[in-house]
């Protein structure tokens, strides 16, 4: 798994356009600016405030819409992402057959951040 978000110098990054939290900046104790998704997955080595800002931005809510895969006791899951907090992660099973992206709302899985068993597809 990879490094966990730091509690210290860590805040919550709000995207300029409309206020949405999108990610999370921690400030080294070298002055310098590390993004991380909502995730809690480190974007970019750490660099000015103005480019971990901008990456945040542009990565927005895009994990909503994305494929991913859930490991499940051996097996690779296909799941939705259907709620992040700030310390979990909800997804649920993609509905089988459906002609639009679809998950099943009655499995939903409620994982700990961070995690090693959620990957895009």
């Known amino acids: 798994m990879s490094e966990p978000l730091p509690s210290d110098n860590t805040f919550d990054h709000l995207r300029s356009l409309d206020g949405e939290h999108v990610g999370f900046i921690h400030m080294t104790d070298d002055g310098g600016f590390v993004p991380y998704d909502l995730l809690h997955r480190r974007r970019a080595e750490a660099g000015d405030l103005d480019a971990a800002e901008a990456l945040l931005d542009e990565l927005g809510l895009r994990m909503f819409i994305e494929e991913w895969w859930l490991d499940d006791g051996g097996q690779q899951i296909?799941?939705?992402?259907?709620?992040?907090?700030?310390?979990?992660?909800?997804?649920a099973p993609t509905a089988e057959g459906a002609i639009a992206k679809a998950a099943d709302m009655t499995a939903a899985i409620e994982l700990l951040l961070p995690t090693d068993r959620l990957h895009s597809r």
């Open 78 to 91: 296909p799941v939705l992402i259907q709620e992040v907090r700030r310390d979990r992660v909800v997804v």
